[in-house]
C-alpha cells in the first residue's frame, strides 16, 4: 500500500486528493542499441501486417481514420531505422488487425488475426523489447523446490 500524503484536489472539490510519495531517485542504466537485425525484423513484421490488412502503402494506412502513427515514422519503422517502443508495436498490430482496409488484397479476418497473433509472438522473442530477459531473471530468481512439511500419522 502506497503512503499517501494529502493536498487540496484541482478540480476544488471537497476532501483531499491522493498523491502516492516517491522514494527517491533511482538511477537509470542506459539501455543498449537495438541490434540492425531486431530492427529489421520488427519492420518486417510491421509490413507484413499492413499488407495483410489490405494497406498497400504506407500513406493509405497512414491516412485511415484513428492510424495510430506519422506516415514517417511507419517508413522508419517499416525500414528498420527506428524501432517502435513494445506498446507502438502493440498498437500498431492491434489497428491493423482490427481495423482492415476495405480494398483488395485483404485477408480473410481469421488469418489476419493470426498473423497478428504470431508477429506480436515473434516479437517478444527478440531482444528489442527485453521479455527474453525478463524471464530469464524470473527463472534465476525462482526458490528452489522443496517437499515441504510433511505431517506425521498418528498411530
Known amino acids: 500500500m502506497a503512503v499517501v500524503r494529502s493536498r487540496p484536489r484541482p478540480d476544488g472539490g471537497a476532501g483531499p486528493a491522493a498523491e502516492p510519495l516517491s522514494c527517491g531517485t533511482v538511477a537509470r542504466k542506459k539501455l543498449t542499441p537495438v541490434t540492425r537485425e531486431d530492427a ?3 519492420g518486417a513484421l510491421l509490413r507484413g501486417l499492413r499488407r495483410a490488412a489490405g494497406y498497400r502503402a504506407v500513406q493509405d494506412a ?4 484513428g492510424f495510430p502513427a506519422a506516415r514517417q515514422t511507419i517508413y522508419a ?3 528498420g531505422g527506428l524501432t517502435p517502443s513494445l506498446q507502438q508495436f502493440l498498437d500498431l498490430t492491434a489497428f491493423y488487425a482490427e481495423h482492415p482496409s476495405r480494398g483488395d488484397g485483404v485477408k480473410a479476418e481469421e488469418d489476419l488475426r493470426a498473423q497478428a497473433v504470431a508477429a506480436v509472438s ?3 522473442t527478440l531482444r528489442a523489447y527485453h521479455v527474453r530477459q525478463a524471464h530469464e531473471l524470473m527463472d534465476r530468481l525462482q ?8 505431517r506425521k500419522r498418528g498411530s
Open 122 to 124: 515473434r516479437a517478444l
Open 143 to 150: 526458490p528452489p523446490l522443496s517437499e515441504g512439511r510433511r
Open 62 to 65: 497512414a491516412a485511415a481514420s
Open 77 to 79: 519503422y517499416e525500414r
Open 40 to 42: 529489421r525484423a520488427i
